[in-house]
């Protein structure tokens, strides 16, 4: 494993870690990737493992960073710094992605981009580099890898596949890394067992004593055991720790005491270099100068034991010592050491020079200097048009900081906040907001705060505290401006309406359009209307909500998806309301593949989630089961708490239809679990909306009517009937006909009438008329006749097979069983070919006691594509578009080796498809084309 030496003793009684980091690497020599993060407390042997790891993996190229407690809030310092080597291989990947990278990387012009535009450029920048051979990625200490790095390196190491990419992460216990690499394989260090321990020091010059004491207070820790030995052998003395300390902070103190015993020049300049950093700049000998000092001050150091030589540069030998010495000087040292490193970057251009130059002088203790954040503001405005959003963000909020007048630190803080959100940062934007209103005095600026603040309250899956923000502010934007009201009360609208509650949201859009109609402009009055929309589409009066839309529908075509929230998304659930099925599909079909082309990933998060229900609605159900997994992967990645939710929900219902008990279950689980925690009861009650069609599907019809129930009690309490998005009456009185409970029944049809009635919705009204046929068996044809001509206006299969089912579920207990058998095979026809397997088990039971062959039933519920996983299942989908292996990848953020692979496994299970010409027929022909 080693050679003795300070590595290999650091490695002692880990051989099980070993193994597990060799079977990594031999499967990237296999064309398998895979991820590991280890986790432990200071000096638990994370980076000797990693080191490891490099040397059994010397055949594979080698990517490797480390994160840095200075420089956590530099945008993408950690990533630049591990691309460094492979850069030339930029120009290989999709040219959007080249684009962000380029900029987040700081290699070429910047532009404006959502930061998962960068993850998904790390992705294919891993997947390039590893067309040559597999590779190693390395990331040390990633609790002080800034958030961005983090970000897309979590985002990527997600989506490796068959890349022969291994990334392994080192990172304390507990944090925001930690936290943001919980779905990686986790590998936990704890302290040597005691044999271990006392083989580690077995060789150490020390008393039988001093062995008890170290291994007492080293807890098995194997940096404790093998430095605190040699300090104490250079004439050091145990740390008077009195109670138990952390081994981290004891090994400081520790270093500190070593540090304390050099030369005042030699800690000046070892003070100078912690503040530079590990990866010291081009003046780092121009900085020395300045406190009349040179490299030969820190040898002192080096001969100690806490300084080493690579490359050329004096490094530190370890995290801790470089913690020792700048949390060991005192602050005025700390600050005289920041002026000195901001007075060397004062004249930088680069924005990312500013940036560092803004971070030097703050911790220099620097007074508010309109001169400095002025300059900072301007080199941040070169955004979002020319300048990464995450690095704009820390621009305003470094020229905020040295703002001298409260408002127009306000402003400045505003103006980072929209940088963060822009940039996908949504608890940074929260963070900022709060902090800016801290400082805000003019009403117009505690406005402006306020609003984004609801935006992103309500993307972070917080619509209740959105509502309530907005609602103390509209009277004062009444006042101040009139037209910002109008688009507060729309944003108090979508709050409502994520929420559920219809009644308040038909009453606030409303008013939101009676002011916008007198004073807003129509850019701004567009979001308003389509709010106004949706609101009467859901609940109001449907003829005036589908005008509307339809007087809207230019400006859905090209829609401004930033402002204030996504047209196109609004747009889609309005089509959905309105029962235009194609409009709402063709309109969603175009963004999505807008926000895929722009990897604006968010977004497309909230698209897809919406995308599904349309999807199920028009019979594409592999569709829509992709479309909601990936919605709800995005969601999690993003931060987008109502979109994960929405997803499940969405989900759900598809797993439903078909009859995938254990799936629908789970995921409604979760739905309803998140829609709790978040405040979203409106998704609570998609979840057991879906939970509902699962049993009547099973012909459960008592465990349906009790989950359906409680969606009717939050539906009708809150204003809202029945509809496409949250649907209930169709299946709770199709259950109760069943149960014989005839006047609950009736009770139900009254809201499905009423639905009907408040416009033209074929699809509600086909409901209405199937289930007032299954009422009235004398008039069943007649009302059953008139369910399938509402369907005929829309593609609704799974409708018009429940309507065919019904009608020769009737015909037969009528004694008819001649015209039964013909409706029954209509039904049963049609929920195979949509994969309903439990509808089809019924449909089958019903012809065979009808005198028919019921034995079709084998492959009932079965469709060529249910085979797949999500992920086959979302490449098939694609390259069934047309697109190539490389645009495939682009849009789904997978490598090429990824889709490559799972393009293999689709061949291998779809009977007759060896061919891409053959997966783009089957697609065609299928239920999803």
Request: charged share 25%.
């Amino acid at each position: 494993m080693s050679d003795g030496g300070y590595p290999g003793r650091m490695l002692l009684g880990r051989t099980a870690e070993c193994a597990r980091l060799e079977d990594l690497v031999d499967g990237a020599r296999g064309g398998r990737s895979g991820a590991l993060v280890v986790r432990g407390e200071a000096g638990i042997g994370k980076s000797s493992l990693l080191a490891y790891a490099e040397s059994v993996a010397g055949d594979l190229t080698q990517l490797r960073t480390h994160g840095i407690e200075s420089e956590t809030g530099l945008p993408y310092v950690g990533l630049a710094d591990l691309f460094r080597p492979v850069t030339h291989q930029l120009e290989r990947i999709p040219d959007r992605q080249a684009a962000a990278l380029t900029s987040a990387l700081a290699l070429g012009p910047a532009v404006a981009q959502d930061r998962f535009a960068v993850a998904a450029g790390t992705l294919s920048l891993l997947g390039a580099v590893s067309e040559s051979g597999p590779v190693l990625m390395v990331v040390d200490d990633a609790q002080w890898l800034d958030p961005y790095s983090l970000d897309a390196l979590a985002f990527a190491t997600r989506r490796l596949g068959r890349e022969g990419v291994v990334a392994l992460f080192a990172t304390r216990d507990s944090g925001e890394a930690a936290s943001r690499l919980a779905p990686v394989e986790t590998l936990t260090l704890h302290g040597l067992d005691a044999d271990a321990a006392r083989r580690l020091v077995a060789d150490e010059p020390l008393s039988p004593h001093d062995v008890s004491w170290l291994l007492a207070e080293a807890r098995g820790n194997p940096l404790a055991l093998v430095e605190l030995p040699a300090l104490l052998a250079r004439g050091g003395h145990r740390p008077d720790t009195g109670a138990p300390l952390p081994i981290g902070e004891m090994l400081a103190r520790t270093f500190r005491s070593a540090i304390d015993r050099l030369p005042e020049r030699t800690r000046d300049a070892m003070l100078l270099l912690a503040v530079l950093g590990p990866r010291p700049l081009a003046g780092t000998e121009r900085v020395l100068r300045a406190h009349e000092l040179t490299y030969e001050a820190l040898e002192p150091a080096e001969q100690a034991g806490l300084m080493t030589v690579e490359e050329g540069a004096y490094i530190f030998r370890h995290p801790l010592i470089r913690s020792g010495v700048y949390h060991g000087a005192s602050a005025v040292h700390r600050w005289r050491a920041h002026r000195t490193v901001a007075h060397a970057l004062r004249d930088a251009k680069a924005p990312i020079a500013l940036e560092r130059y803004a971070w030097h002088l703050a911790e220099s203790g620097a007074d508010p200097d309109e001169q400095v954040a002025a300059a900072l503001e301007r080199a941040a405005s070169g955004g979002p048009a020319g300048l990464a959003f995450p690095l704009a963000a820390r621009l305003y909020a470094h020229a905020a900081r040295f703002t001298p007048g409260d408002e127009h630190k306000a402003r400045r803080l505003l103006a980072a906040a929209r940088a963060a959100q822009a940039a996908g940062s949504l608890d940074e934007a929260a963070e900022l907001l709060d902090r800016a209103l801290g400082h805000a005095a003019g009403e117009r600026t505690v406005l402006d705060l306020r609003q984004l603040r609801c935006y992103v309250d309500i993307q972070r899956g917080r619509p209740a505290h959105a509502r309530e923000q907005l609602r103390a502010a509209v009277d004062e934007a009444r006042r101040v401006d009139p037209a910002l009201a109008a688009v507060m009360l729309g944003g108090i609208t979508l709050t409502e309406l994520a929420i559920g509650d219809l009644t308040a949201a038909r009453a606030t859009s409303a008013e939101s359009m009676q002011i916008a109609e007198a004073f807003g402009d129509p850019a701004a009055a567009l979001p308003v209307r389509l709010l106004h929309a949706l609101v009467e589409l859901l609940g109001g009066d449907a003829r005036d909500g589908r005008a509307l839309l339809h007087d809207l529908e230019k400006p859905l075509s090209a829609p401004d998806l930033a402002f204030p929230y996504p047209v196109s998304g609004v747009g889609g659930l309005c089509y959905l309301a309105a029962e235009e099925l194609d409009a709402g599909h063709a309109l969603l079909d175009r963004a999505v593949h807008a926000a895929r082309a722009s990897s604006t990933v968010g977004l497309l998060a909230h698209l897809l989630g919406t995308y599904s229900v349309v999807e199920f609605w028009s019979g594409r159900w592999n569709a829509s089961l992709a479309h909601a997994d990936e919605a709800a992967r995005l969601g999690e990645d993003t931060g987008r708490v109502i979109e994960v939710c929405r997803a499940l929900a969405a989900q759900a219902r598809t797993e439903a239809a078909r009859g995938k008990e254990a799936d629908c279950r789970r995921h409604a689980a979760q739905a309803w679990s998140l829609a709790e925690t978040a405040e979203l009861p409106m998704d609570a009650a998609r979840a057991h909306s879906a939970l509902g069609l699962l049993e009547l599907g099973l012909g459960r019809f008592e465990e349906s009517v009790r989950h359906l129930a409680n969606v009717r009690e939050f539906s009708l309490a809150n204003g809202r009937g029945d509809g496409l998005y949250l649907s209930w009456a169709t299946d709770l009185a199709d259950a109760y006909v069943h149960l014989h409970r005839t006047d609950e029944a009736y009770d139900v049809l009254r809201v499905l009438d009423h639905e009907a009635g408040r416009g033209h919705r074929p699809v509600t009204a086909a409901a209405a008329a199937r289930v007032r046929g299954m009422l009235q068996p004398a008039e069943a044809d007649v009302h059953m006749g008139r369910s399938l001509d509402r369907l005929a206006e829309v593609n609704a299969p799974f409708e018009r097979g429940r309507t065919e089912f019904a009608r020769g579920e009737l015909l037969r207990r009528q004694g008819r069983r001649g015209e039964a058998r013909r409706w029954l095979q209509r039904g049963l026809a049609t929920f195979e070919r949509l994969g309903a397997s439990g509808w089809a088990a019924r449909a089958a039971a019903e012809l065979h006691a009808a005198g028919g062959d019921g034995s079709r039933t084998g492959d009932a519920g079965r469709t060529p594509l249910d085979g797949l996983t999500p992920q086959e299942l979302r490449v098939a989908l694609a390259v069934g578009r047309g697109v190539t292996n490389h645009e495939a990848a682009e849009q789904l953020f997978l490598s090429v080796k990824t889709v490559e692979f799972h393009l293999g496994n689709i061949y291998r299970k779809l009977d007759g498809v060896h061919r891409r010409a053959q997966l783009v027929r089957l697609i065609s022909q299928s239920a999803d084309a």
